[in-house]
């Protein structure tokens, strides 16, 4: 059975990976979310052997595609100000200041 992240290993993941107490596997995948989340990603060679010491190719395709899925869903959902349905119209869009 699968687990998720406990509170502490959240705020790691949310810190500063150099230091995270988080397993190796999981800091690459979370820098490989950081990559693909950024502006203008590039993944060059010495970031993907950083990446391939602890995911492989599979892992990396996989994962990276889920993330753009994900990214490219999300930005969809903010081009045409879809509000998810727990929002009123009161209420600002969750990704704008003060919705949280």
């Known amino acids: 059975m699968r687990h998720g992240l406990s509170e502490a290993q959240v705020a790691a993941a949310l810190g500063d990976l150099d230091h995270a107490d988080l397993p190796a596997k999981t800091v690459a995948a979370l820098r490989l979310v950081d990559f693909l989340s950024a502006p203008h990603p590039v993944i060059d060679t010495a970031t993907y052997q950083q ?14 595609a889920a993330l753009s899925v994900a990214s490219g869903w999300q930005r969809f959902i903010e081009a045409f100000g879809i509000r998810p349905d727990r929002w009123r119209e009161a209420l600002p869009l969750p990704w704008q200041e003060g919705a949280l």
Request: net charge negative; charged share 45%.
């Open 51 to 64: 990446l391939r010491a602890h995911l492989d190719d599979r892992e990396l395709l996989e994962l990276g």
